[in-house]
């Protein structure tokens, strides 16, 4: 038996206790969020006033036609980038 391999893009935790920031990553899903991971599509920094967004929009909807799954935290971020762009 065959066991199917599912990607996500979800948020990684870095940083240290009080001050925390967050890689976005293109992980399998049956690995831990803090495990290893295929790619690195951005950055998320909450703890600036406004947060930071940097997210690679063409890599990231790349991801996403090859089949990976967006975190809904991970979904709204790209429509903010989205629209930062636009």
């Known amino acids: 038996v065959e066991v199917c391999k599912v990607l996500k893009i979800r948020l990684r935790r870095m940083g240290t206790k009080h001050d925390a920031f967050y890689r976005v990553v293109v992980s399998d899903s049956r690995l831990?969020?803090?495990?290893r991971f295929v790619d690195t599509v951005g950055t998320y920094d909450p703890g600036t006033d406004p947060?930071?967004?940097?997210?690679?929009?063409?890599?990231?909807?790349?991801?996403i036609r090859k089949g990976a799954l967006p975190?809904?935290?991970?979904r709204r971020l790209l429509?903010?980038?989205k629209a930062a762009e636009a």
């Open 32 to 35: 831990r969020p803090t495990g």
């Open 51 to 63: 947060a930071t967004v940097k997210l690679d929009v063409a890599r990231t909807e790349e991801w």
């Open 71 to 74: 975190s809904q935290t991970v």
């Open 79 to 81: 429509h903010r980038a």
